[in-house]
């Protein structure tokens, strides 16, 4: 079968999403999204029974595929012979990332990412930012890597859990959040303060840069503080997802989230999307 040769079940229509692999599609069972189709390869689907006799049960279709197709459809051969058809994420707004924090009792933690290009990179941190509690992240509309089922795959299904809030100006955003008590911290190689110098404790942004260019003009402006990561090799830098990665953590070990919420994960339902099965 070609992918011009989809059957209808395997179309992807507006309003619909594609969560790609394994393990992202069973944490969108975990997180209840609402399950439109699965979609399986032949070849797998032995390998994939569980995610199937799960969807049966829940009485969400099984549709069979072949893999170019399924390739055609996700945009990426990292598939593993199952994707997962989803009613459209429903999208955070800055201020539900502030209610959430305040929901909680703790002190605000957005991760912002500003105009990275990269899927595997922003799957990257969307993992990381999930594992370290963050109550949510932004990013543009424009000039950033779109949520792509690569970007889901590489977030290990993290994005099933995260508030995500795109929003059309980040400058202005990140200007606004300040004036509402955050301190917006952005990275630079060479900040006086290394990263671990730095007090990253209280209401916070930590804002990444893109992996060409670092922070644009526009949001260092929007900065309170720079920090450094100290480099002792050969290297001079690390990547956006991996730099990123340490920020989070180091943050979240100063205000102690990593102490207080080892072994208890918590999933807050997408505001607008607080359905209790995963099915239609």
């Known amino acids: 079968m070609t992918p011009d040769a989809l059957p209808p079940e395997a179309t992807i229509v507006e309003g619909e999403e594609v969560i790609a692999g394994r393990h992202p599609v069973e944490e969108a069972f975990v997180a209840g999204r ?9 070849g ?3 390998a994939l029974e569980r995610l199937v006799l ?13 893999g170019g197709s399924l390739t055609a459809i996700t945009g990426f051969d990292g598939h593993q012979g199952v994707a997962l058809v989803v009613a459209a994420r429903p999208q955070a707004a800055v201020t539900d990332l502030l209610a959430r924090a305040i929901e909680r ?3 605000a933690f957005v991760l912002a990412l500003d105009s990275l290009e990269d899927p595997q990179n922003v799957g990257t941190l969307l993992r990381s930012a999930e594992a370290a509690a963050v109550h949510g992240v932004i990013f543009p509309t424009r000039r950033q890597a779109p949520l ?5 795959k590489a977030s290990a299904g993290a994005t099933e859990h995260l508030w995500l809030a795109p929003v059309d100006d980040l400058p202005g955003t990140l200007a606004d959040l300040h004036l509402r008590g955050l301190r917006v911290v952005g990275t630079d190689a060479k900040a006086s303060l290394t990263y671990r110098e730095a007090d990253l404790r209280g209401p916070l942004v930590l804002v990444i840069g893109s992996e060409g260019r670092g922070l644009a003009p526009a949001i260092r402006r929007r900065c309170d503080l720079l920090v450094r990561i100290p480099m002792r090799g050969r290297i001079a830098s690390l990547n956006a997802a991996v730099a990123g990665s340490v920020l989070l953590f180091e943050s979240a070990a ?3 989230f990593a102490a207080a919420a080892d072994g ?3 999933t807050d ?12």
């Open 148 to 152: 792509s089922p690569a970007a889901i």
């Open 264 to 266: 208890e994960a918590t």
């Open 105 to 107: 009792g703790e002190p």
């Open 34 to 42: 609402q399950a439109l189709r699965l979609l399986v390869t032949p």
């Open 254 to 256: 100063q205000r102690g």
């Open 44 to 46: 797998r689907r032995d």
């Open 54 to 66: 799960h969807a049966t049960t829940l009485r969400i279709p099984v549709v069979e595929i072949e």
């Open 269 to 280: 339902p997408l505001p607008g999307d607080e359905t209790e099965t995963g099915h239609a």
